[in-house]
Antibody
Framework: QMQLQESGPGLVKPSGTLSLTCAVS?????????WSWVRRPPGKGLEWIGE???????NYNPSLESRVIISVDRSKNQFSLNLTSVTAADTAVYYC??????????????WGQGTLVTVSS | QSVLTQRPSASGTPGQRVTISCSGN????????VNWYQEVPGTAPKLVIH???QRPSGVPDRFSGSKSGTSATLAISGLQSEDEADYFC???????????FGGGTKLTVL
């Protein structure tokens, strides 16, 4: 059974860069087309950050596009998130997720359990 | 504030049938299928319904989903204590060109 595990610093300074990695186990990162990052700020709903195709193509949420880079490392079976110029508003639980598909519809059929990242000096 | 609207809480007693609703607009739910996720705090979210009404393997048939226009409903029949969790809806949004989510409904089994 496929599992996803987020890792990275739990504390980032304002104006710094938030960097997280999602390790994929129990299957190959090339087994699914798209891999996403999603976040939930405290007391708020989920927000999709963006996605990466196992071949490297990316799509980003327009509200974050200028600050986000998502990349994939097939040799390590993982993908990563970099979010630059962070502020307190970027404090959130960050999840990685795998896309599934059924008759043209997409959904997330596997999630990591999430990691809290706090932006504070 | 979430793109899709859900009531913050719902409750029921064991054995009861409960419904959780989700509403959106024509750029998201009106044009795309809905998915539902179950989240127990501290654990990974779990897909319970996809493509409006499809249950993934391993999800009990007590869970069902439906969609009409810009609204969607998750129904749980024969409520069990293990169903106590947060449930959130999600769909594709044609404006964002990506998925959007509801704020989640906390289901309490009394």
């Amino acid at each position: 059974q496929m599992q996803l595990q987020e890792s990275g610093p739990g504390l980032v300074k304002p104006s710094g860069t938030l960097s997280l990695t999602c390790a994929v186990s129990g299957g190959s990162i090339t087994s699914s087309n798209w891999w996403s990052w999603v976040r939930r700020p405290p007391g708020k709903g989920l927000e999709w950050i963006g996605e990466v195709y196992h071949g490297g193509t990316t799509n980003y949420n327009p509200s974050l596009e200028s600050r986000v880079i998502i990349s994939v490392d097939r040799s390590k079976n993982q993908f990563s998130l970099n979010l630059t110029s962070v502020t307190a508003a970027d404090t959130a639980v960050y999840y990685c997720a795998k896309e599934g598909r059924h008759l043209g519809e997409s959904f997330f059929d596997c999630w990591g359990q999430g990691t809290l990242v706090t932006v504070s000096s | 504030q979430s793109v899709l609207t859900q009531r913050p809480s719902a409750s029921g007693t064991p054995g009861q049938r409960v419904t959780i609703s989700c509403s959106g607009n024509n750029s998201n739910l009106g044009n795309n299928a809905v998915n539902w996720y179950q989240e127990v705090p501290g654990t990974a979210p779990k897909l319970v319904i996809h493509s409006n009404n499809q249950r993934p393997s391993g999800v009990p048939d007590r869970f069902s989903g439906s969609k009409s226009g810009t609204s969607a409903t998750l129904a749980i029949s024969g409520l069990q204590s293990e169903d106590e969790a947060d449930y959130f809806c999600a769909t594709w949004d044609d404006s964002v060109k990506g998925p959007v989510f509801g704020g989640g409904t906390k289901l309490t089994v009394l």
